[in-house]
């Protein structure tokens, strides 16, 4: 697959501003600041579709992305940045929560972690709370360039240890930066959409 069409669609913080069911979504979930925006654009060829920043909490809406006139790519915002306040974090758990188990247009949910560290607790929980509503199944393991050849296996197992995966579910090595890896994500996400 390749992604010719893509723009931001609609930005929402609960389900009546959500854009209308029908058309297939993906969403990207992970902890703040592990590079969900940056594969977004990746997957687009578009540098500032969606926006990235250095500092975690960038992302605090869930923001439709069009694609191809044909899908949707939901980015969710990310968990597990310390310097939010309590109620902002509860505000979050919520937004999450109503979409994830209220959307019927919602076919998969791909996960990242980062590749360099064990997931964390959260990201395990994320996961498990995802394989509860059969939306598991693939994750993504970003900033692939922050290390090397050789370190890539001992990561993926680590990751598919902490995550608990199966042999069926996938696990991609990505690149934002040295933009690798995004033939074989667009590929699944086909894969998906088709399924
Ligand atoms: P929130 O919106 O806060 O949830 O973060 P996010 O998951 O959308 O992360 P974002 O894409 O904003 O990226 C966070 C930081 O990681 C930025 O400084 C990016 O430049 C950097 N980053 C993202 N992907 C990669 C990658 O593949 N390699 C490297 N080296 N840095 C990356
Ligand atoms: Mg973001």
Redesign the pocket.
């Known amino acids: 697959m390749k992604i010719n069409r893509s723009e931001l669609e609609t930005v929402a913080v609960k389900p009546n501003q959500y854009p209308p069911e029908g058309t297939p979504e993906i969403a990207f979930a ?10 977004l654009n990746l997957l687009t060829g578009r540098k500032k579709l ?5 500092s ?4 605090r809406t869930i923001n439709f992305y069009r694609i191809n006139d044909e899908f949707r790519i939901v ?1 969710l ?2 968990y597990g ?1 310390a310097k939010v306040s309590k109620s902002v974090s509860e505000g979050w758990g919520e937004m999450m929560e109503r979409y994830l188990e209220q959307r019927e247009s919602l076919r998969k949910v791909i996960q ?1 972690v980062d590749i360099r560290h064990a997931p964390s607790k959260q990201d395990v929980e994320m996961y498990q709370y995802l394989r509860h509503f059969g939306l598991d199944g693939i994750v993504v393991a ?5 290390i090397s050849r050789n370190q890539l296996p001992k990561q993926m197992k680590l990751i598919r240890q902490t995550l608990k995966l199966s042999a069926e579910d996938i696990v991609i090595p ?5 933009k690798t890896g995004y033939e074989e994500l667009l590929d699944t996400m086909e894969e998906i959409l088709e399924a």
């Open positions: 992970g902890r703040s600041n592990v590079g969900k925006s940056s594969l969606a926006r990235v920043s250095g975690p909490g960038k992302t980015d915002p990310g940045y990242l970003t900033k692939a360039d922050k990505v690149s934002a930066l040295k």
